[in-house]
């Protein structure tokens, strides 16, 4: 394989990472994977997915050498796809060919390269062209109907910033919170999910909250209506203090896919803390993955800081071992959770993507300038983590409403 396909593969993965991965129960059928290639493979809402684009896409995870079960991954993407596409529809949003072709440079530009050696690197596995543009051209109408459905609703208040830049731009929602719950068990055999937002729908005032809550709630919290009492959110899991941003009292938020379990939550008051000082925390981290086989546990044991893992990732592809330093702030919401309970030198075995596992660990913590975090930085932050939410709730209200046929 071609150095450029290497460079392709390497720093595409990092992209395709960031965005994040849903487990989705269907997985397409290997005993009928034979014969005609264009024949339906599944079927959403009418529109047909064809093997061929199946096999493509999972042609194309394979080149960007993804973990995990990439037959399911390919499928669930091309589903949500699908999703996307008819969500753009629906607000009269066509693809403009100009934004798809900027896509598909930017996205090969993180490799550097240009979109037509990008485009042939990818062909020595048997992508084609088309594929590469039906996947960047999803993502592009995407971020066009976000702006469409939430542009209204993605403001951030001068107290926001304020709170954010207090907390060292670090963890999001308010210090303290007056929260209430519905909690919904996810046993995997269920879809929790699809039921907690048909219930959030419902909801639209604090007492209908209550009502449901002592319904369909199997928390412990149930039979009081799902009050919880004041909550430090710093001892919130990650994704549920990301979620409370920005709620004002009375307001509900989306559901959140927590462990075996989701959740919606009611915020009934909020106050400030003291908050920490000022200036944002710079954290220097490695996410090791192992190779096939490879004890996790052992290498845990043996490298008591980050240079020892050097050690254990020798002679394995250069993602297994990916190594940064960024503002705390920026880390993606779970991993940042667990970097917040490790000191330097201290890991944590955590399930990567796909279900594999993955080693953790905190190379140091610094504050990354004694000058207070940029007000503008600092907004345009919580921006995109509020549009990352409700993008997640939308996309999981699609799939959920969602005619899905597997052929």
Known sequence: MTHKVMIAMRLALAFSLSLGVLVFGLAPNPTRAEGNMFTPAVTVNGTVITRFELA?????????????????????????????????????????????????AEFASRANLSAEDFIRAIAEAGV??????????????????????????????????????AQGGASGGPLRAFLSELVLPDDGKSDAMALAVKIR???KTPTDFGNAARIFSKGRTAANGGTLGWIDTTTLP????QVLIGLKSGEISPPVALQGAVAIYLMRDQSEGAGAA??????????????????????????TECAGLDVAARGL????????????????????GVLAGLDAGESAIVAGVGGIGELVMLCSRSPQS??????????????????????????????????????
């Open 238 to 241: 990650p994704q549920v203090a």
């Open 317 to 336: 592809p250069e993602q297994a071992l990916q190594r940064q330093t960024s503002a705390e702030a920026a880390v993606p919401p779970q991993l940042r």
């Open 278 to 303: 000022k200036g944002a925390l710079q954290v220097d981290y490695a996410v090791f993955r192992p190779a096939s086989g490879q004890d996790l546990t052992k290498v845990q044991a043996q490298a």
């Open 56 to 104: 493509q896409r999972l042609a194309f995870l394979q080149v960007l050498q993804q973990p995990g079960d990439l037959e399911q991954r390919a499928l669930k993407d091309l589903i949500d796809d699908r999703l996307q596409l008819d969500a753009a529809k629906s607000f009269g949003i066509t693809p403009n060919e100009d934004e798809v072709r900027a896509g598909m």
């Open 201 to 203: 729908a419902k909801m």
């Open 128 to 165: 084609e062209p088309q594929s590469f543009r039906d996947f960047v051209k999803a993502g592009v109408v995407w971020r066009t109907v976000l702006r469409a459905k939430f542009s209204g609703r993605l403001k951030v208040s001068d107290a926001e910033v304020d709170r954010r830049i």
């Open 370 to 407: 004694q000058v207070p975090a940029s007000h503008d930085d600092v907004r345009s932050n919580l921006v995109n983590e509020k549009l990352t939410f409700m993008a997640t709730a939308y996309l999981q209200e699609l799939r959920a409403q969602a005619f899905i046929v597997q052929e």
